[in-house]
């Protein structure tokens, strides 16, 4: 749900601010936990950025800072 949320908004405005969008959509989705998720899926981002070999795909540029 949140990839396509996010790239169908990116088609369209591809200058938006992407954390706001997963902000947005976590609020809608998740209501008063909203931010639990939001920060569950920071976490498991940043975690994919350590651990993903850097082999199997190119890196995110959230992962290159």
Request: net charge negative; hydrophobic share 40%.
């Amino acid at each position: 749900e949140l990839n396509h949320y996010v790239l169908a908004v990116l088609a369209w405005d591809p200058d938006c601010d992407v954390n706001r969008l997963i902000e947005k959509f976590c609020a809608a989705r998740y209501g008063d936990q909203g931010g639990v998720a939001w920060t569950a899926l920071t976490r498991l981002e940043q975690e994919a950025c350590t651990r993903m070999p850097p082999r199997l795909s190119a890196p995110s540029p959230k992962c290159a800072s």
